[in-house]
């Protein structure tokens, strides 16, 4: 049974960080991405890294967020930086055995998602 499990979340003061983590088990993902939902908006991609390495970030989150990947835990990792309370939702990871390029389409297996609070 294919599983993804987020850790990391919670309620932070502006400006400060955090570092999501997403362990997978069940399969062996070809990329591995975050999106989040804020409430009242519809869910947005965030990041995405490949098996061999290849990032993919969305533009509005280019320079504060890092994604990373050990695939020898077969886990996925988000560095949020510089957290703004528009930051403010839940954060989903994602797995896929499509390509990279695919993350515009909110396919593959999902988490169960994290809530990160960002306090003004």
């Known amino acids: 049974q294919v599983q993804l499990v987020e850790s990391g979340g919670g309620l932070v003061q502006t400006g400060g960080s955090l570092r999501l983590s997403c362990a997978a088990s069940?399969?062996?993902?070809?990329?591995m991405g975050w999106y989040r939902q804020a409430p009242g908006k519809q869910r947005e991609f965030l990041a995405a890294?490949?098996?061999?390495?290849?990032?993919n970030y969305a533009d509005s989150v280019k320079g504060r967020f890092i994604i990373s990947r050990d695939n020898a835990k077969n886990t996925v990792y988000l560095q949020i930086n510089s957290l703004a309370p528009e930051d403010t939702a839940v954060y989903y990871c994602n797995g896929r055995a499509s390509s990279i390029a695919t993350m515009s389409s909110q396919i593959g297996s999902w988490g169960q998602g994290t809530q990160v609070t960002v306090s003004s």
């Open positions: 890294i490949s098996r061999g390495g290849i990032t």
């Open positions: 069940g399969s062996t993902f070809n990329v």
